[in-house]
């Protein structure tokens, strides 16, 4: 009430100045379509009910034709805002927000765009049928065609704080709630799954789990009931269905895995499709615990009891790596020194070689002619 009396003081002292300007008309005739009260109605039946409410906008047939007491309501198209009675709803579309009563703060761009909202509020829609099926939820944002279109399709109001980017992303959603899809189809399927995020086209498509981040095309594509795992790679992660707490990076990391819990896997095997692996942090590190080895499928462990490699045997080979290690330290630093001398004596040589040739020349100089002696 206090935003609707700031605004007719604002609209008035408007009035008042376009009092003092020319009387000339930019427009003549002057536009059909204004009534008092800012209100601006076009189309047939537009803003037909229309009793206190202000700074209404119609246009289109039906458009805010229930409209009575609410304001700040605009609405373009076709049986826009057709049964509102809400406050600050825009719709622009044919029948977006179309039974829209109570709801307030919506916006809807699109054909059937929030077309079945009731008392929903803070919605925004943009695309064909986006939030088609939102009836009491609130704060969701679907952009794209049929994005989050079953939002809240049984009316319980608990699918709220959802967003949508990008064509039916969300689209079978009726009780997630506080989920983020980007690409198409992403979190497509999901129906009741809460607080997921997903990025890509058909990421986490099927999902009905809670707390999963999926990023990359089909990434933890088909999830079932699997909750609180993180996918990071192209097509990674489909054969989690209920797995939890995994984690899963690189391009279909974990797909050539049955169903899991509690795993982290980096690159997908076998090893052999990789040549080497680098971590930072680890080399020159001193730490107290159990020696890890690595078997043969890439897995890193602890020596298992009974093995033929024994606690005792793997710190002794590992001191024999350490051994030869400084070994090798040591010999390289030695040839590097044999290195240098080698050069120094080089270049001694090719001083001497040098001063021996000045010399050479420096005696044939001073050499006497040789004389010839007659035989009588």
């Known amino acids: 009430m206090n935003s609707l009396i700031r605004l007719k003081t604002l609209a008035s002292c408007v009035l008042l100045s376009l009092a003092f300007l020319p009387r000339a008309q930019a427009v003549s005739p002057q536009p059909d379509g204004c009534y008092p009260d800012f209100t601006t109605a076009e189309g047939?039946?537009?803003?037909?009910?229309?009793?206190?409410?202000?700074?209404?906008?119609?246009?289109?047939?039906?458009?805010?034709?229930?409209?009575?007491t609410g304001s700040a309501n605009t609405g373009v198209g076709a049986a826009t805002l057709l049964f509102n009675n809400g406050d600050r709803n825009t719709a622009v579309g044919g029948a977006a927000l179309f039974t829209n009563q109570t709801g307030d703060f919506n916006s809807a761009c699109g054909t059937a765009a929030l077309l079945n909202n009731v008392d929903g509020f803070s919605n925004n829609a943009v695309g064909d049928s986006a939030l088609f099926a939102n009836i009491t939820s609130a704060a969701n944002t679907a952009v794209g065609d049929l994005a989050l279109q079953d939002n809240d399709a049984n009316g319980h109001g608990k699918?709220?704080?959802?967003?949508?980017?990008?064509?039916?992303?969300?689209?079978?959603?009726?009780d997630g709630d506080s989920n983020n899809a980007i690409g198409y189809l992403a979190l497509g399927g999901n129906q009741n799954g809460l607080f997921n995020q997903a990025m890509g086209a058909e990421a986490l498509s099927n999902n009905d789990g809670a707390s999963n981040i999926a990023i990359g095309d089909s990434a933890m594509l088909n999830n079932?009931?699997?909750?609180f795992n993180t996918v990071v790679g192209d097509e990674a992660g489909q054969n989690i269905t209920d797995g939890t707490d995994n984690?899963?990076?690189g391009a279909t990391a974990g797909n050539s895995s049955a169903n899991e819990s509690g795993t982290i896997r980096i690159g997908d095997p076998p090893a052999a499709t990789f040549n080497a692996c680098f971590i930072a942090g680890i080399t020159g590190v001193t730490v107290i615990g159990d020696p890890v080895v690595v078997n043969g499928d890439g897995q890193l462990g602890v020596v298992a009891a009974g093995s033929p490699l024994s606690l005792k045997e793997a710190l002794k080979q590992r001191q024999v790596v350490q051994q030869l290690k400084a070994t090798t330290e040591k010999q390289a630093a030695r040839i590097a020194l044999q290195e240098n001398q080698i050069q120094t004596l080089t270049v001694a040589l090719k001083q001497q070689a040098e001063q021996i040739q000045?010399?050479?020349a420096q005696l044939e100089m001073i050499r006497p002619?040789?004389?010839?002696?007659e035989n009588r």
């Open 247 to 249: 984690i899963y990076i």
């Open 224 to 227: 079932g009931l699997g909750s």
């Open 358 to 360: 000045k010399v050479s």
């Open 369 to 373: 002619t040789p004389r010839v002696v």
């Open 159 to 174: 699918s709220n704080f959802n967003c949508a980017f990008g064509a039916q992303a969300l689209q079978d959603n009726i």
């Open 44 to 68: 047939c039946f537009a803003l037909f009910s229309l009793t206190t409410g202000a700074a209404n906008a119609g246009l289109g047939w039906a458009s805010l034709f229930s409209t009575s």
